[in-house]
């Protein structure tokens, strides 16, 4: 039987390699606007987000949101969003990306709290949804076509 790798390789995906931070969340490389960039990888965000402070690395447009987030430990955060940019991950590559845009302090004082470093956004489930996602923990790799 072909690898998984293989498999995939001969359907058109892309393979991408993950790292675990210190505190075991998946971490990716990924570029926003050819920005490159940190991002932890969420399969539970139904949105992929990029924080505040990394607007204007990345040259994001900003607009408002009536739109409130939520996530581990924090609820009822305001938001902005930021359309139509282009997210590259290890060749793959997807135009028209919205993005939320929130407060990360929170998940960032956590990673630095147990040594791990920083990141400027999070790849959610749209982005793996927009990708046919496949992740294989076994080899610490993502797949995307």
């Given amino acids: ?22 505190t075991q969340h998946l971490e990716i490389k990924a570029r926003i606007n050819k920005i490159e960039g940190n991002f932890i990888l969420d399969t539970g965000a139904s949105s992929s987000c990029v924080g505040f402070e990394a607007v204007s690395h990345f040259k994001l447009l900003a607009e408002d949101s009536d739109v409130k987030a939520a996530g581990a430990g924090a609820t009822n955060m305001l938001t902005q969003i930021a359309q139509k940019n282009v997210i590259e991950i290890k060749g ?12 990360l302090k929170h998940v960032n004082d ?21 990708g046919k996602a496949i992740i294989d923990y076994k080899s610490m790799s993502l797949f995307l076509k």
């Fill in 92 to 103: 793959w590559k997807k135009k028209k990306v919205d993005l939320v845009l929130f407060d």
């Fill in 1 to 22: 039987m072909a690898s998984l790798k293989k498999f995939l390789k001969e359907k058109g995906y892309k393979r991408i390699p993950l790292t675990y931070t210190a």
């Fill in 110 to 130: 956590a990673l630095v709290k147990h040594k791990a470093e920083k990141v400027q956004g999070i790849i959610g489930a749209d982005i793996l949804k927009k």
